[in-house]
């Protein structure tokens, strides 16, 4: 009796932490008041937006819904005996967009958005703390999160070849994903920790 009471207890605290992980989220009054007080905040904040928003995700929606549509005008003008070759240049042309635009953009971007994220966490924990905290040289910084990066690459390549496993492959793909999704949220308390 003593093993299913501790489970009990185990689910009963993974979802307390997981509501208090909601409620945190939902305290968007926070924001605004690091916001209103913290330059450092509002630069890399805005920072963040444009990279993810405009330059990311811009480049995406251009391919979505510009190029590929102009690509798909071109197929139907073209003869159906030649129909292969209009399928092999839009095929080659995405493959090459995502390869050489699309995945190096994200790779900046994780990177990028890594050392923005570190820059606002400290900002709003000096803010609590009131005490001035101790960055980490941009340089140490950059070396971990290409690291960190190289990494996330090698777990995406090992979840995508589970994927097709017959049977428990899908299971295991989205186990993996879960897995690595909660890395994230215990890595900015981890790090804050160890300095």
């Known amino acids: 009796m003593p093993k299913a009471s501790g489970r009990g207890n185990a689910f009963q605290e993974a ?5 208090s992980g909601v ?17 450092t905040i509002r630069f890399r904040t805005l ?22 549509p102009a690509l798909n005008v071109l197929k139907r003008l073209v003869q159906e005996e030649e129909a292969w070759a209009t399928d092999f240049i839009a095929t080659s042309f995405s493959v090459l967009y995502k390869v050489f635009w699309i995945y190096p953009i ?25 005490a001035p905290v101790k960055s980490t040289p941009h340089l140490e910084r950059l070396i971990q999160e290409t690291w960190r990066v190289l990494v996330n690459l090698v777990y995406l390549l090992e979840m995508y070849l589970l994927s097709y496993i017959p049977v428990i492959g899908p299971f295991l793909y989205f186990v993996h994903s879960c897995w690595m999704a909660s890395i994230y949220c215990f890595e900015c308390p981890n790090h804050l920790q160890i300095r």
């Open 47 to 68: 920072q963040c937006f444009v990279l993810n928003g405009v330059i990311f995700l811009g480049s995406i929606l251009l391919f979505n819904f510009a190029v590929e």
């Open 15 to 19: 979802g307390h932490v997981w509501l």
């Open 23 to 39: 409620k945190d989220a939902l305290m968007l009054h926070q924001c605004i008041y690091f916001l209103a007080r913290s330059e």
């Open 106 to 130: 994200y790779c900046i971007s994780f990177v990028l958005n890594t050392v923005m994220y570190q820059e606002i966490a400290d900002s709003a924990l000096g803010f609590l703390q009131r």
